[in-house]
C-alpha cells in the first residue's frame, strides 16, 4: 500500500499566491465567482513547484468582456476564454454540467456551479477547488484530500467508466504518475470500461498523454496488467521503456521526437521497422541509404528494438556533408537531370567510407559518376 503523505491544506493559500501569474487570475475574482480547479488544486496540496494554472469561473463570461488580457472564445469543451498572462496563455472556462446520452458519448453540457462541476470529474483527487476570494478554502466535497493523503485512486460515481471509458487510461496515468493504487471499489468498476464505445481519435489523445509522461512505460504496464485495452500490444511497455532511456541519452535526445517515438512504439513496429533491425550494414554508406529516409523518432524505435548500428548514423554519418553541389557539377557541363544526383550520391557514399577528403576528389568522383564513367552500386 502507497505510505500515508503528510499534506496540510492551511498551506494552499501560500502556494497559490506564489503561482505565475496569479495576480492577473485574481483580477477575473473581481468580476466573477473564480476557482482554482483539478490537477493545480492536486499538485499544489501535494508540494509539486510551477503547477500549471487550471481555471473555472461561475456565472457568465461576458462580464469578462472588457477585461485588458482575455480574449472570450466558445467551442465544442465549452471553452469560455483564454487570459494572456505575460508569454503564455491560461485557458478559463466556465463550471458546468455534464450528462451522457450513452455510454462512450461526448458528454451534453450546460452551465452550473461549482459544486456540480466537481462532480463530473473523473477522480476525487481531480475534483477539489480552491477560491480565489478574501479567507479562502478548500473545496472537497468527494473527500479528495484524504484519497490524497491515502495515496488512493477513486472514482466519485459508479457509471465513471461507462461515460467515458477512456478515464481508464486516465487511472493509469495518474496512478503511475502519483504511485497511487486503485480504491478496492475503483478497481472493480474499472472491469466496466469498454474502450471500443468512444472514438479512436479519444483513446490516440489519452496515449499521447501517457507519452508525454516522464515513465510512459510504468503506465503502460498498468493498461496492460489491469486488462481495459485488449488491443494494445503486451510488449509495448518493454518497447516504450527501451525507447524512452535511448530518448534520454545523446545522440537520440538533441534529434529524435520522444513522445513521436514512444507512440510509434505503443502500437506494433511496421515490418520495413523490423528490416532496419535485421540489416547489418558493412559500410557507412549503406547504413546512411537504409536510414536517410526514415522519420528520426521511427529510427528511436529500431534502434530500442535491436538496430544498435543506428547510433553510429545517428551520432556521426547522418551529419556528414558534401562540399559541393549539383551547380558544381553543371558548371563542369553535366546537363540537369539524374546525371546529378547520381554524382552527388556517388560522393556522398565516398565521403561516408573514408574513400575522399576534400572539395577536389569529391568533384572527380561526382563527374566520374555524372558521366557513367562508375557502375552504381
Given at each position: 500500500?502507497?505510505?500515508?503523505?503528510?499534506?496540510?491544506?492551511?498551506?494552499?493559500?501560500?502556494?497559490?499566491?506564489?503561482?505565475?501569474?496569479?495576480?492577473?487570475?485574481?483580477?477575473?475574482?473581481?468580476r466573477v465567482p473564480t476557482y482554482l480547479v483539478g490537477g493545480v488544486v492536486r499538485d499544489l496540496l501535494l508540494g509539486a513547484d510551477g503547477a500549471?494554472?487550471?481555471?473555472?469561473?461561475?456565472?457568465?463570461?461576458?462580464?469578462?468582456?472588457?477585461?485588458a488580457g482575455y480574449e472570450p472564445e466558445r467551442d465544442e469543451l465549452f471553452l469560455t476564454g483564454r487570459l494572456r498572462v505575460g508569454d503564455r496563455?491560461?485557458?478559463?472556462?466556465?463550471?458546468?454540467?455534464?450528462?451522457?446520452?450513452?455510454?462512450?458519448?461526448?458528454?451534453?453540457?450546460?452551465?452550473?456551479?461549482?459544486?456540480?462541476?466537481?462532480?463530473?470529474?473523473?477522480?476525487?483527487?481531480?475534483?477539489?477547488?480552491?477560491?480565489?476570494?478574501?479567507?479562502?478554502?478548500?473545496?472537497?466535497?468527494?473527500?479528495?484530500?484524504?484519497?490524497?493523503?491515502?495515496?488512493?485512486?477513486?472514482?466519485?460515481?459508479?457509471?465513471?467508466?461507462?461515460?467515458?471509458?477512456?478515464?481508464?487510461?486516465?487511472?493509469?496515468?495518474?496512478?503511475?504518475?502519483?504511485?497511487?493504487?486503485?480504491?478496492?471499489?475503483?478497481?472493480?468498476?474499472?472491469?466496466?470500461?469498454?474502450?471500443?464505445?468512444?472514438?479512436?481519435?479519444?483513446?490516440?489523445?489519452?496515449?499521447?498523454?501517457?507519452?508525454?509522461?516522464?515513465?510512459?512505460?510504468?503506465?503502460?504496464?498498468?493498461?496492460?496488467?489491469?486488462?481495459?485495452?485488449?488491443?494494445?500490444?503486451?510488449?509495448?511497455?518493454?518497447?516504450?521503456?527501451?525507447?524512452?532511456?535511448?530518448?534520454?541519452?545523446?545522440?537520440?535526445?538533441?534529434?529524435?521526437?520522444?513522445?513521436?517515438?514512444?507512440?510509434?512504439?505503443?502500437?506494433?513496429?511496421?515490418?520495413?521497422?523490423?528490416?532496419?533491425?535485421?540489416?547489418?550494414?558493412?559500410?557507412?554508406?549503406?547504413?546512411?541509404?537504409?536510414?536517410?529516409?526514415?522519420?528520426?523518432?521511427?529510427?528511436?524505435?529500431?534502434?530500442?528494438?535491436?538496430?544498435?548500428?543506428?547510433?553510429?548514423?545517428?551520432?556521426?554519418?547522418?551529419?556528414?556533408?558534401?562540399?559541393?553541389?549539383?551547380?558544381?557539377?553543371?558548371?563542369?557541363?553535366?546537363?540537369?537531370?539524374?546525371?546529378?544526383?547520381?554524382?552527388?550520391?556517388?560522393?556522398?557514399?565516398?565521403?561516408?567510407?573514408?574513400?575522399?577528403?576534400?572539395?577536389?576528389?569529391?568533384?572527380?568522383?561526382?563527374?566520374?559518376?555524372?558521366?557513367?564513367?562508375?557502375?552504381?552500386?
Amino acid at each position: 500500500m502507497p505510505e500515508s503523505r503528510e499534506i496540510d491544506p492551511s498551506r494552499l493559500p501560500q502556494a497559490v499566491a506564489s503561482l505565475p501569474g496569479i495576480e492577473a487570475v485574481r483580477r477575473l475574482a473581481e468580476r466573477v465567482p473564480t476557482y482554482l480547479v483539478g490537477g493545480v488544486v492536486r499538485d499544489l496540496l501535494l508540494g509539486a513547484d510551477g503547477a500549471d494554472l487550471d481555471v473555472a469561473i461561475e456565472g457568465e463570461a461576458e462580464a469578462l468582456s472588457d477585461l485588458a488580457g482575455y480574449e472570450p472564445e466558445r467551442d465544442e469543451l465549452f471553452l469560455t476564454g483564454r487570459l494572456r498572462v505575460g508569454d503564455r496563455e491560461v485557458d478559463i472556462a466556465q463550471t458546468r454540467a455534464e450528462t451522457y446520452p450513452r455510454p462512450g458519448a461526448l458528454p451534453e453540457v450546460r452551465s452550473a456551479p461549482i459544486g456540480e462541476d466537481l462532480a463530473r470529474r473523473d477522480f476525487t483527487i481531480n475534483a477539489m477547488a480552491f477560491p480565489l476570494t478574501e479567507n479562502p478554502e478548500l473545496i472537497d466535497p468527494h473527500g479528495g484530500l484524504e484519497d490524497l493523503r491515502a495515496g488512493r485512486l477513486r472514482v466519485i460515481h459508479d457509471r465513471s467508466f461507462i461515460d467515458d471509458p477512456t478515464r481508464a487510461l486516465r487511472a493509469a496515468r495518474y496512478a503511475a504518475r502519483l504511485g497511487f493504487e486503485l480504491e478496492p471499489s475503483t478497481a472493480r468498476l474499472l472491469e466496466e470500461a469498454d474502450l471500443s464505445t468512444v472514438s479512436e481519435d479519444r483513446v490516440q489523445s489519452e496515449l499521447r498523454k501517457i507519452a508525454e509522461e516522464d515513465d510512459p512505460a510504468r503506465a503502460l504496464q498498468l493498461v496492460v496488467d489491469w486488462g481495459v485495452m485488449p488491443t494494445l500490444d503486451p510488449a509495448a511497455p518493454a518497447r516504450v521503456s527501451e525507447v524512452t532511456r535511448l530518448a534520454a541519452e545523446s545522440p537520440w535526445r538533441e534529434w529524435a521526437d520522444r513522445e513521436l517515438a514512444v507512440m510509434l512504439a505503443v502500437v506494433r513496429p511496421l515490418p520495413q521497422i523490423r528490416e532496419l533491425v535485421g540489416a547489418e550494414p558493412e559500410r557507412p554508406s549503406e547504413a546512411f541509404r537504409l536510414a536517410e529516409s526514415w522519420d528520426p523518432a521511427q529510427l528511436l524505435v529500431a534502434r530500442a528494438l535491436g538496430a544498435e548500428w543506428l547510433d553510429d548514423y545517428a551520432k556521426k554519418w547522418r551529419q556528414i556533408r558534401l562540399e559541393i553541389t549539383g551547380e558544381d557539377l553543371m558548371g563542369a557541363g553535366i546537363p540537369e537531370g539524374p546525371a546529378i544526383g547520381q554524382g552527388l550520391q556517388a560522393a556522398l557514399s565516398g565521403k561516408l567510407d573514408g574513400e575522399l577528403a576534400g572539395r577536389e576528389e569529391e568533384l572527380e568522383i561526382a563527374l566520374a559518376a555524372a558521366r557513367g564513367e562508375i557502375p552504381e552500386d
